[in-house]
Each structure stands twice: as structure tokens, then as C-alpha cells.
């Protein structure tokens, strides 16, 4: 189930929780420098993926209160343990990492396991979790997830290695944390991408490894004490973002994984979820919010109800634009008003309007955010491949799964997305014709050079005199 088992010890100015940078490091506006830059170090780049992590996710700005008011930045001794693990039906290994402090008491064990935000790398929970666990003397397990930030370099034919300590990069044959399967030869490959993999399917899995690589640990930690097991430790599960969308996937597992439920196999103690991602049955696709939220949100914050709260920093020099948003959408009969304040004003009532309906029905797919969620574009039929496929669904066959929602094919650079329903049933998205075709403003024709367009770029489809609809969803090129 694990393999590439690293063992790393971190005491003094190298500690478990910061890299012996502290709060003041970690506060640094420039990244920790590498003596060779050609070929740094495995401590020298695991303090600067720290303090990438640290800062990605926690407020650690003078006066924000964190270590202050709340929050750790303590050093903390103790030991690592790295290794690639693998779920059955999946082609492509995630990372498990394994924090045990020196403080770690056997009379009260106790393991935080967490997953990833986002596609962050295997510290990416570090200020969630790390940050709680490690000074109350709890081992803390972390997992990518199956997403991470490993790549391959199709051009120099090399990746990033499971085992930094033989250095950052190698070829296939050197034990790659990610080694794509593709006939492809130009551009840069992403595990979360182009694993071929269905990773979403599977993040319950992901964090149910995680902790059981956690207790291995601890029983080569402290071989007197084993055996460490789920009846004897306690196991809290947290995350935030899909990191809350996953340790609640890990939470519908029994004690053997098979996902009975029986009352006396559970092997969580306690989930803690901080605005998860998840979709339920029934409810309107993640990529039908995303659109609307790029639609209407630039209108949205120019609404003067909004002005008393914290802005965003680019409101100054982004309103221009924001107002010809507003404009458009006007244009389009998409809002009501107008002036730009009445457009706003209406843009952002049809957020709200939406949220609270979705709240009534229960059918909430999306962080309730102020200005998220409008209802104005007709849900899709499929669920979007990356929500978490709902418990009582049949999972996708192996061949819906491997044929990859983020494959490889030429480009490896590009983002393509599949949507994948309850039953494995595949539909390759386009977000630039689909948002053409929906609101039905291009005609026939347009509409056929949109989905020619959408192949390269929502820039070549503006160029080829879409509506500016047509890029509101990212798509990589």
C-alpha cells in the first residue's frame, strides 16, 4: 500500500511545523533562498514549500491576530514520515506524510488527518491542521489528495521525484511522483489534470490512507507502544475547501471501507469540515455557479450596499471594467436599472435571490458566499467531474475513470473537463459553447464557431465575435 517510506528527523532551526522560520519568516515577503538554486537542497525546499503553504491559506499579516489571538506558529520537534501510497483502482499514487512530535504521548494518542485545499502540494493543510495538532503533542497525517502540485516536463522527459533527498527532478526510471501515460511529447503534464484518474472519486479513500499510514508510523515510532489501531487512537479528520469536501467523503467510510456504515466499525472520532465543497443529488452543477458567479460578481461588487465592507485590493482600477460589465449584462437582459448603481444593485439581488432558494431546497453546491450562486443560467444535466460522486451512486466504471476527465491527448498544457454523472456516463464540457449556446444570443452559426473556438481559446472565440460571455470560464491555454 506504501512505498518510497522516508524517514526525516527536524529539530531546532528544521522543526515539524514552520522549518525553524517562525512567525517572522513566514511573514517574509521573499521566499527562503536557495545556496545553489541549480540544485537545492531537501531541507531547503521543504522550507520553502512551508512557507508556501503557510502563507496560501493563513492571514498571517501584523495585527491579524494569528499567533496572537489565535493560532500557532510554535516550534515543534519530532520526525517525518514521506511515502506514496495507492488506492486499489487508481493509476496514479497519492503523497502521505506522517508529523510526529517528540511530545507525542502513547497514554493519549490521538492522529489529526487532513487533506489538501485546492491542488495544493502534500503541506498544503499545514496552517489547518499542523497548526492545531502538533503543539497538543497529536501525529498529524496529510494527503494530496490525488492532486498536489507534482508534474512531468514532457519536453525534457523528466518529473518530480517521489524522494526529494536524491534531488528535485528525474527521469522516469528515477522513481517520479508522477509519470503520466501519454503518447504526448510537448508541454507540461499535472497529476490533478492529466493523472487520467478520476481523483474525486476517491478523496474519502485518499484520507482513510493517510491515517492509516499515520498509525504504521507510529508503530515504527514507538515500537513499545504498538500496536497503534483505529479502536485504540483517536482520529479526528479536518479540511477546509474540497480538504472539507474529502474528510467528509473520508467520514461515509466504515472501519473496512466498504461503506456500510455499521455502527461498530467506525474509525473517525470526529469530522471537522470548514466550508467543504460537496454536491448533493439533485442539485445544480458546480459549473452552472462558477458561470454565474463570472457573470455577474464584477457587476455585483459595484452595488453601493456593498461599499461599508472590506473591498477587494484591485476595486479601484478594476471598476471601469466593471461597470461596462454591468452594462453588458444590462444589454443582454441579464439585470434590471439603469444607471450602473440600479445594475449592481440588481446583479447582486440575484446572487442572494439564488443562494437562499438553493438554501430552502437544500441544494446547495458552493461555499455560500455574499455574491455567489446566481439563478439565472438553466442547470446542466450532468454533475461536474470534480463534485464528489454522492454516496448512494454506483461508482464510475474503470473505463469512465481512466479514460481520463483531464487526459492527456496532444496538449497537456490545456484544461479540458469531462462531466461525469452518478453513473459514469461522459460528456466532454465546453464552457465557451455551452455558455453561448445557453443563453441562445449567438445565433446557429456563431454558435458553431464558438465550440470551434472553445478547442483553443476563449481569446480565439472573442475574436471570432462571440458574445463576451463566452470566456467567463477559465480555460488554461
Not at 479601484?316 to 466593471?322: C, E, G, L, R
Request: net charge positive.
Amino acid at each position: 500500500m506504501f512505498s518510497a517510506v522516508r524517514v526525516t528527523e527536524h529539530r531546532g532551526n528544521d522543526d515539524l511545523l514552520t522549518g525553524g522560520l517562525g512567525r517572522d519568516g513566514l511573514r517574509a515577503m521573499t521566499a527562503p533562498a536557495f545556496a545553489d538554486p541549480e540544485q537545492p537542497t531537501a531541507n531547503e525546499m521543504r522550507r520553502r514549500a512551508l512557507w508556501s503553504n503557510w502563507r496560501g491559506i493563513a492571514d498571517l499579516a501584523p495585527g491579524g491576530g494569528y499567533g496572537e489571538l489565535y493560532g500557532s506558529t510554535a516550534s515543534v520537534s519530532g520526525r517525518e514520515f514521506n511515502a506514496m501510497a495507492t488506492v486499489p483502482g487508481a493509476s496514479q499514487p497519492h503523497r502521505v506524510l506522517v508529523q510526529v512530535p517528540d511530545a507525542f504521548n502513547a497514554g493519549k494518542r490521538c492522529i489529526v488527518v487532513t487533506a489538501s485545499s485546492g491542488s495544493r502540494g502534500i503541506y498544503g493543510a499545514i496552517a489547518v491542521a499542523g497548526a492545531w495538532g502538533l503543539p497538543k503533542g497529536c501525529a498529524v497525517a496529510y494527503t494530496d489528495k490525488g492532486a498536489g502540485s507534482d508534474y512531468f516536463d514532457l519536453d525534457a522527459g523528466q518529473g518530480a521525484r517521489a524522494d526529494v533527498e536524491r534531488g528535485a527532478v528525474g527521469s522516469r526510471a528515477d522513481g517520479l511522483a508522477f509519470a503520466p501515460d501519454t503518447t504526448a511529447t510537448t508541454g507540461v503534464a499535472f497529476k490533478h489534470a492529466h493523472s487520467r484518474d478520476n481523483p474525486e472519486a476517491y478523496w474519502g479513500h485518499y484520507v482513510k490512507q493517510a491515517a492509516q499510514f499515520a498509525l504504521q508510523s507510529l508503530d515504527d515510532a514507538f515500537p513499545q507502544a504498538a500496536p497503534f489501531t483505529f479502536d485504540n487512537t483517536r482520529v479526528i479528520a479536518v479540511g477546509i475547501s474540497n480538504g472539507g469536501g474529502a474528510v467528509l467523503r473520508a467520514a461515509e467510510l466504515d472501519g473496512s471501507g466498504t461503506g456500510t456504515g455499521r455502527p461498530d466499525s467506525n474509525w473517525l472520532d470526529a469530522v471537522v469540515a470548514g466550508e467543504p465543497n460537496v454536491s448533493v443529488a439533485g442539485a445544480r452543477p458546480l459549473y452552472d455557479y462558477t458561470t454565474q458567479a463570472a457573470l455577474l460578481m464584477p457587476c455585483a461588487l459595484l452595488d453601493p450596499a456593498l461599499a461599508p465592507l472590506p473591498q477587494p485590493p484591485m476595486t479601484a482600477p478594476s471598476a471601469p471594467s466593471w461597470t461596462l460589465r454591468c452594462a453588458s449584462l444590462k444589454s443582454a437582459g441579464l439585470v434590471e436599472g439603469n444607471d450602473t448603481a440600479a445594475q449592481a444593485a440588481s446583479a447582486l439581488a440575484r446572487c442572494r435571490s439564488a443562494l437562499m432558494s438553493g438554501a430552502r431546497s437544500g441544494r446547495r453546491t458552493h461555499r455560500p458566499t455574499a455574491a455567489m450562486a446566481p439563478a439565472s443560467i438553466p442547470a446542466a444535466t450532468t454533475t461536474p467531474r470534480w463534485a464528489p460522486i454522492p454516496a448512494h451512486a454506483p461508482r464510475p466504471p474503470p473505463s469512465a475513470r481512466r479514460g481520463g476527465p483531464m487526459a492527456v491527448v496532444s496538449r497537456p498544457a490545456r484544461v479540458s473537463a469531462w462531466s461525469i454523472d452518478g453513473w459514469g456516463r461522459r460528456t466532454l464540457v465546453s464552457p465557451v459553447c455551452n455558455a453561448c449556446a445557453r443563453y441562445g444570443q449567438a445565433t446557429a452559426p456563431m454558435r458553431c464557431a464558438c465550440a470551434a473556438a472553445s478547442a483553443r481559446s476563449p481569446r480565439a472565440c472573442l475574436a471570432m465575435g462571440c458574445p463576451w460571455w463566452c470566456s467567463t470560464v477559465l480555460m488554461t491555454d
